[in-house]
């Protein structure tokens, strides 16, 4: 599934957006760990279909899926 | 304000800093309303931070526009429900790159009377720079730069 990232986790990916075929939360937060050198140390939110989810949720791969580092508006 | 217009997903965002020239217009915009007692207006403007010895010369805005504007939504709502007597609400955010000392966050209510309109603004603020997913890099005078996050 098309992963998005934004600020400072895109910054560090190289990339706006990665590709992968995650089956879970916890599965894509392992997976971004391994892909995304420094991901680990950061604080950073996944938002599945536009909301901030907490805790592990099951992923069917039709959701829109973000990576999100800490806010900074206004 | 109708049921309809209150639903409505407007979009904030605008490329680059927001004119005073468009603070003054909106402010003008207002004058048929004869309903409306007190404008309430925040802005808010990028500042020239120190960090490590060198000075914040701009911030590079950029934001998940469609969860941004969802939540804009909702607060929108919420706002309007907290505060029925506000007439109307008004909210800009910049995107791209802005200058330190240029406009970047317009939050303008309008209501009866000023309690509501200055309680309103408040919390809007508020609950921007909590919810929405903006991100802005802070560009420094050496051309490094750092994620601004908000506290």
């Given at each position: 599934?098309?992963?998005?990232?934004?600020?400072?986790?895109?910054?560090?990916?190289?990339?706006?957006?990665?590709?992968?075929?995650?089956?879970?939360?916890?599965?894509?937060?392992?997976?971004?760990?391994?892909?995304?050198?420094?991901?680990?140390?950061?604080?950073?939110?996944?938002?599945?279909?536009r909301?901030?989810?907490?805790?592990?949720?099951?992923?069917?791969?039709s959701?829109?899926?973000a990576?999100?580092?800490?806010?900074?508006?206004? | 304000?109708?049921?309809?217009?209150?639903?409505?997903?407007?979009?904030?965002?605008?490329?680059?800093?927001?004119?005073?020239?468009?603070?003054?217009?909106?402010?003008?915009?207002?004058?048929?309303?004869?309903?409306?007692?007190?404008?309430?207006?925040?802005?808010?403007?990028?500042?020239?931070?120190?960090?490590?010895?060198?000075?914040?010369?701009?911030i590079?805005?950029t934001?998940?526009?469609?969860?941004?504007?969802?939540?804009?939504?909702?607060?929108?709502e919420?706002?309007?429900?907290?505060?029925?007597?506000?007439?109307?609400?008004?909210?800009?955010?910049?995107?791209?790159?802005?200058?330190?000392?240029?406009?970047?966050?317009?939050?303008?209510a309008?209501?009866?009377?000023r309690?509501?309109?200055?309680?309103?603004?408040?919390?809007?603020?508020?609950s921007?720079?909590?919810?929405?997913?903006?991100?802005?890099?802070?560009?420094?005078?050496?051309?490094?730069?750092?994620?601004?996050?908000?506290?």
């Amino acid at each position: 599934m098309k992963v998005l990232l934004f600020g400072l986790i895109a910054e560090k990916a190289g990339s706006d957006h990665m590709e992968i075929p995650a089956t879970s939360t916890a599965d894509l937060d392992r997976q971004l760990q391994d892909r995304i050198r420094g991901l680990k140390g950061l604080s950073y939110s996944i938002a599945i279909d536009r909301t901030i989810v907490h805790g592990d949720r099951a992923l069917s791969g039709s959701e829109e899926i973000a990576v999100l580092p800490p806010f900074a508006g206004g | 304000m109708s049921e309809a217009k209150k639903h409505k997903v407007k979009d904030i965002f605008v490329e680059g800093a927001i004119d005073p020239t468009f603070v003054s217009e909106s402010i003008a915009k207002h004058a048929t309303r004869m309903d409306i007692g007190a404008h309430e207006i925040f802005l808010g403007q990028v500042r020239a931070d120190a960090i490590e010895g060198r000075a914040v010369v701009a911030i590079e805005y950029t934001a998940y526009r469609e969860m941004a504007l969802e939540r804009m939504t909702d607060i929108r709502e919420e706002a309007f429900t907290r505060w029925p007597e506000m007439t109307c609400l008004h909210v800009h955010h910049s995107l791209g790159s802005i200058a330190a000392g240029q406009l970047c966050f317009m939050v303008f209510a309008s209501a009866a009377h000023r309690k509501q309109a200055r309680e309103a603004v408040a919390w809007v603020v508020d609950s921007v720079k909590e919810q929405l997913p903006i991100f802005g890099k802070e560009i420094l005078s050496d051309n490094d730069h750092v994620w601004k996050r908000n506290a």
